[in-house]
């Protein structure tokens, strides 16, 4: 788990993964995996018309006013049977597919088992906060796919 880390906060969650995995919790852990697409480029087609001597050309021409946006998750996490055990012993209830709960408050949101995570710290830098609330809600109305924020302080 040798990566350049975008923040320290993700460092330190890398931290806690590496500790999750080593004592068998975690079957396995991608930093920054597959991008979910969000929208395709749009663009607007224009003609453009040049006099010749002879003739007029017309140029047919495409204009880019909106690039595609993808969504990279900061970590996919799988967790094992042994992880499932462990939350039980707890008193957590259980439920491998939609997440766990602790006294009906949900703690991990997963989906079909997997856990995708978006790493942040406690101070909002450059509004991410919305941001990242417009990628969490397009990427679980597009893909099905719920992304949890951690926030690591």
Known sequence: MDHDYDSNEEFFFSCWIREATEKGLIDSAEYHPASFPLT???????????????????????????????????????????FL????????????????????????????????????????????GRHFTAMQKMTLALHDTYVQRVVVS
């Open 85 to 128: 055990m462990k939350m039980t012993a707890l008193g957590v209830a259980c439920d491998i597919i939609n997440g766990w709960c602790l006294h009906g408050e949900p703690i991990i949101y997963l989906t079909n088992g997997v856990w995708y995570v978006d790493v942040k710290g406690e101070a909002n830098r450059n509004d991410d």
């Open 40 to 82: 395709e480029k749009r663009s607007l087609q224009y003609s453009v018309e040049t006099k010749l001597k002879t003739k007029t050309r017309i140029d047919h021409k495409n204009l880019i006013v909106a690039r595609p946006m993808v969504y990279t998750p900061d970590w996919k996490i799988k967790f094992n049977r042994f």
